[in-house]
């Protein structure tokens, strides 16, 4: 057996420090009201390529899917200017709609998926100009020699309102199950694997309408729906509450290859900070509203650990 290690990463915020005239990053330059020098953007490449080293122990995650990545130039950094060049890393990210200019990425090590494939998927809104991340769809062989085909999400968020905003979320819910049922008519053998902040919960709409399928064989698995079953009060926290807003869904031949307990929130004490208001715990951030703090991300990671049959 061949231990297929998956890991996802909403990492808050990673821009370069170069201004996009295209997007709005204006906050994230050495002269914007953030500060964000080359000494606090190296540092948060370190950082987080730590977290990721840190997930990986003896043997580093096959697939890490990371959300809030600005562009290429980001990932070559991280992948060149960090321990993370020691590993057989390259990286697809996608070149999307978000007006911030943040996009959705994946790291994959080559030894263990053999990428076929990579594409980003514009997300069509009901709503008149809406704009957000574009989904990006990865493939590539494993060591069964099966594709996997790879989807990360970072749906719109709920800043203007829960209830305001769930129309969007769906709308992109709904590109996620045409996108699965799609794959499960052209694939031979469909092994699939979502992953992404949802900015939902497990128990809300938009999970459902990505999780159901008229037909059984096609559903898919949320590995991170039973809060019981976790080892963490959730990935995200806010206003006092933490969510499991960062999720994976499988397809069932990969339902069945999860390794028993190895579905887990990771949260070392690294990671996280005092919480004062509640004597508890909260996630580590880089900023503190527009206060440099050195942290990490305002999200903590997941990762699920898989065993793959050996080809004879």
Known sequence: MQSFQVMFYNVENLFDTADDPVTNDQEFLPGGVRKWTPKRYN????????????VGKWDMPAIVGLCEVENDTVLTHLLNRTPLNEHR?????????????????????YDRFELLGQRSVRIRFTRKGKRSRDILHVWGRVVTGDTLDVLVCHFPSRSAGKKKTEPDRIDAALCVRRLCDSLYNVRHRTHILVMGDFNDTPADESIAVMTHAAKPERRL?????????LNFAGSHKYNDEWSQLDQMLVSLPWKARLKEGGVQIFAPSFLLTEDKRQSNKRPRRTYQ????????????????EFFLPLPE
């Open 89 to 109: 890393y390259r990286y697809c990210i996608t070149r999307g709609n978000d007006p911030r200019g943040i996009n959705n990425a994946l790291l994959y090590r």
């Open 289 to 304: 509203g527009y206060t440099y703090k050195g942290g990490f991300s305002d999200h903590l990671p997941i990762v699920a």
């Open 221 to 229: 698995t949320n590995l991170f729906a039973d809060k019981e079953t």
């Open 43 to 54: 540092e948060r490449l370190r950082q987080t390529a730590k977290v990721i080293t840190a």
